[in-house]
């Protein structure tokens, strides 16, 4: 059986991505999907989306993590499904879609993307460290010297502590460079690994910074290893919400496997 796909990247973060519209893709072959994203025998990518019907809106992303696991929302691999659905002429420039966490919507202007997070709140407090949900666990701990920082070695010591070994988390470590700037690296679950960006994680960067004080600014630029992101929100007494993640998405490359 040979599978078409394309491979796309936002700020750094590549998935591959494949047209399922008539279901044909074995969605429950974890080892298969495992071994597409593996960078020596596959293709290599963070993660593997595939772009499904939905009677509800124009597509539905259901994302796997490159262990091969069913992941939860991923905003980079969202920004990129978005632009992905704009080639194959399924969308035009705006769209609502269905992901894990359920619908959001998206605007498209040229490789820039805009998509809608889910309202957060719900915000826990780990001495000056926080944790919160945006469609993904994140905990946000604020360091110095971040590029001096074993990010995999500190990362992974966060995410198998005895409170989140379960389920799992992705660690954000922020260095601030001012209160509209800051400056992220993320550690991230089901990778098992530090990535060049992650978009659910600098949406909790940007509210974990207003949360803690850090900035009194409701649109913040996060800057990762692999890219610019800007985070857009509104805050009232009960929640986070109105949130939106921009930054720019590319096709690397497309073409064909053999399963």
């Given at each position: 059986?040979?599978?078409?796909?394309?491979?796309?990247?936002?700020?750094?973060?590549?998935?591959?991505?494949?047209?399922?519209?008539?279901?044909?893709?074995?969605?429950?072959?974890?080892?298969?999907?495992?071994?597409?994203?593996?960078?020596?025998?596959?293709?290599?990518?963070?993660?593997?989306?595939?772009?499904?019907?939905?009677?509800?809106?124009?597509?539905?992303?259901r994302y796997y993590n490159s262990d091969g696991n069913l992941g939860s929302?991923?905003?980079?691999?969202?920004?990129?499904?978005?632009?992905?659905?704009?080639?194959?002429?399924?969308?035009?420039?705006?769209?609502?879609?269905?992901?894990?966490?359920?619908?959001?919507?998206?605007?498209?202007?040229?490789?820039?993307?805009?998509?809608?997070?889910?309202?957060?709140?719900?915000?826990?407090?780990?001495?000056?460290?926080?944790?919160?949900?945006?469609?993904?666990?994140?905990?946000?701990?604020?360091?110095?010297?971040?590029?001096?920082?074993?990010?995999?070695?500190?990362?992974?010591?966060?995410?198998?502590?005895?409170?989140?070994?379960?389920?799992?988390?992705?660690?954000?470590?922020?260095?601030?460079?001012?209160?509209?700037?800051?400056?992220?690296?993320?550690?991230?679950?089901?990778?098992?690994?530090?990535?060049?960006?992650?978009?659910?994680?600098?949406?909790?960067?940007?509210?974990?910074?207003?949360?803690?004080?850090?900035?009194?600014?409701?649109?913040?630029?996060?800057?990762?290893?692999?890219?610019?992101?800007?985070?857009?929100?509104?805050?009232?007494?009960?929640?986070?919400?109105?949130?939106?993640?921009?930054?720019?998405?590319?096709?690397?490359?497309?073409?064909?496997i053999q399963i």
């Open positions: 059986m040979k599978i078409k796909f394309q491979k796309y990247q936002g700020t750094g973060n590549d998935f591959i991505i494949i047209d399922n519209s008539d279901l044909s893709f074995p969605s429950e072959n974890y080892s298969l999907i495992k071994r597409l994203c593996d960078r020596k025998y596959g293709i290599g990518s963070d993660g593997l989306i595939l772009i499904n019907p939905s009677k509800s809106s124009d597509f539905s992303m929302m991923c905003g980079n691999g969202a920004r990129c499904s978005v632009k992905f659905a704009q080639n194959l002429n399924l969308i035009n420039d705006s769209t609502v879609f269905n992901a894990y966490d359920g619908k959001h919507d998206a605007s498209i202007f040229e490789d820039t993307i805009t998509i809608s997070m889910k309202p957060v709140s719900n915000i826990k407090s780990f001495k000056n460290d926080l944790f919160l949900d945006t469609g993904s666990p994140h905990y946000v701990k604020i360091v110095k010297d971040l590029e001096k920082i074993d990010i995999t070695q500190k990362g992974r010591e966060i995410r198998n502590n005895s409170v989140f070994k379960k389920e799992g988390v992705n660690v954000n470590f922020v260095e601030i460079i001012s209160d509209s700037k800051f400056n992220v690296r993320t550690y991230e679950r089901g990778v098992e690994n530090e990535t060049l960006s992650c978009g659910t994680g600098v949406t909790a960067v940007a509210i974990a910074m207003y949360e803690l004080k850090k900035t009194s600014l409701k649109k913040i630029k996060i800057i990762t290893k692999g890219g610019d992101l800007e985070v857009e929100f509104n805050k009232n007494s009960k929640c986070y919400n109105s949130i939106k993640l921009t930054g720019t998405v590319n096709m690397v490359y497309k073409g064909e």
